[in-house]
């Protein structure tokens, strides 16, 4: 069983609203990625950290933002949520040759 | 750029039958190959990998994948397909050098029929 976690499992929110969506690994994985996948479809990276300070954009734009101010936190934020950010966000982390290690996920849906 | 063909959204197999879910990939050097798996409302769970080394990989559940260089392919297998193999299944891979992460197909759902 992986140690990498994401809460809340499920969030409905208004448009709007600022949510932050939280996920924490206790492996000391210095990897970690935000992935974004709409139901039964393919995965699309939106942000990546290769360590503490260090964060890039995925092959995905995204109008979200994360922060890595410590190893094993990684939280994504959106400032204002809008019914086109209603998916499913995945949590990720991993170490140089080690497979990647999902959390649960988070089922976004913003009315 | 590194990229993942999965070529076919489905594939339908009997139970007790073997499986295959086909897999070819680019990338810059040499590759990370993995397949994972996923069931509704979940993430996803790693089933097998390729770094180096032999070419056939065993993995969990009776899975094992073929990495062969020459064909940029990665394909997964089972001999005999359980129904509880149903599912979503992903391959990625990334290069061995580099700021990269995992680059994923687009998924194959895999319907075993009893």
């Known amino acids: 069983e992986a140690d990498i976690y994401q809460t809340p499992r499920y969030l409905v929110i208004g448009t709007g609203k600022k949510i932050t969506l939280e996920c924490s690994q206790t492996?000391?994985?210095?990897?970690m990625y935000w992935y974004q996948q709409d139901p039964g479809m393919e995965l699309h990276l939106i942000h990546y950290s290769y360590g503490v300070n260090s964060t890039e954009k995925g092959d995905l734009s995204s109008e979200s933002t994360v922060s890595r101010i410590r190893t094993e936190h990684f939280p994504l934020t959106l400032e204002s949520a809008r019914p086109s950010h209603t998916s499913q966000y995945l949590c990720?982390?991993?170490?140089?040759?080690?497979?990647?290690?999902f959390g649960q996920g988070t089922r976004l849906t913003v009315v | 750029a590194q990229s993942v063909a999965q070529p076919e959204d489905q594939v339908n197999v009997a139970e007790g039958n073997p499986l295959t879910v086909k897999c070819t990939y680019s990338v810059s050097g040499n590759p990370y190959l993995f397949w994972y798996v996923q069931y509704p409302n979940r993430g996803l769970q790693f089933l097998l990998k390729?770094?180096?080394?032999?070419?056939l990989v065993k993995g969990s559940y009776g899975f094992e994948a073929e990495f062969n260089k020459s064909q940029t392919s990665f394909h997964l297998k089972k001999p005999s397909a359980l129904v509880s193999d149903s599912a979503l299944y992903f391959c990625a891979v990334r290069a061995n050098t580099g700021r990269r992460a995992l680059t994923f197909g687009s998924g194959t759902r895999l319907q075993v029929q009893p």
């Open positions: 390729y770094i180096t080394g032999d070419n």
């Open positions: 990720a982390s991993s170490a140089e040759l080690t497979e990647a290690f």
């Open positions: 492996m000391g994985h210095d990897k």
